[in-house]
């Protein structure tokens, strides 16, 4: 292992540390069981009864698996506030003077997010499952999980992006998160099927997160060939590293500029 790898391992390690540990800090087993695990578990509930007035079974379980998929997309697109944080706390000149790469770090800060998203979405859908009789395809079941992990590591590089683009607008952390939530909510196929919208708002949706990863699940329930799942797969980590390559690119554009003009830890 060279010297090199070794350094970003290491900042990759101790950069997620601190994210769980931040994470840690701000949940109780308490409040995230009676708070935020509540809140997620009635918003799948939320969608899957209109589809019991609006629908048939099929309904139910279309809406009720695109959100289970979606509590966990929240979670890990938060990234979007770690990467606005040491900006807005004026650390962010400490971590770029700081030996050692300073876009590893950044990149890694909220590894702690995918894996909350993936937590979440389980838990969701260890309630929802049985709540609304939805059928587990057997054996096929042990591959739910990594399915679930991709697209909440998917989003998690999507907010990573976006979280470079609003780092020098701290203040509009909070509102990037939401709109990119939104964005993934109506077009990756969580309550609505992407053949639904036009077919150029249909094509971008394949640039998106979450949706392959989701139709990779959809294809998993119905009992599809392994072929179509692996594909949809497959796609879904070309997606992920597609926007962690662009966060990863951008961030360093915007640091390099930054630095030229003394900006570092100016905020708008």
């Not at 004026?90 to 998203?117: C, E, F, Q, W, Y």
């Not at 990037?176 to 990756?188: G, K």
């Amino acid at each position: 292992m060279t010297g090199a790898l070794a350094s970003r391992l290491a900042i990759t390690r101790n950069a997620a540390r601190l994210g769980f540990a931040e994470y840690r800090a701000q949940y109780t087993l308490q409040s995230w069981l009676f708070g935020w695990g509540l809140r997620l578990v009635f918003q799948v509930i939320f969608f899957a009864t209109i589809g019991m007035v609006i629908g048939d079974q099929d309904t139910v379980r279309y809406l009720a698996v695109g959100n289970i998929v979606a509590v966990g997309t929240i979670e890990s697109a938060s990234s979007v506030l770690s990467i606005v944080r040491d900006r807005r706390n004026g650390t962010m000149s400490l971590l770029v003077a700081a030996p050692g790469d300073h876009i590893v770090a950044l990149l890694s800060r909220s590894l702690n997010s995918p894996v909350a998203g993936f937590i979440s979405s389980m838990a969701v859908l260890v309630c929802i499952v049985p709540v609304f009789g939805i059928p587990l395809p057997g054996a096929a079941s042990l591959v739910i999980p990594a399915v679930i992990l991709l697209a909440c590591f998917s989003a998690y590089c999507y907010g990573t992006f976006i979280g470079a683009v609003v780092m020098r607008f701290p203040n509009a952390g909070w509102g990037a998160l939401n709109v990119a939530y939104l964005l993934l909510m109506a077009f990756t196929g969580v309550n609505v099927p992407v053949s639904y919208w036009p077919a150029p708002i249909a094509a971008l949706t394949a640039l998106l997160p979450v949706t392959h990863g989701l139709s990779a699940l959809r294809h998993l329930l119905d009992g599809a060939p392994a072929v179509r799942v692996l594909g949809q797969l497959a796609l879904e980590a070309a997606v992920s590293v597609g926007w962690l390559a662009a966060a990863a690119l951008l961030l360093a554009v915007l640091i390099k500029r930054d630095r030229r003009t003394g900006g570092l830890d100016t905020a708008r």
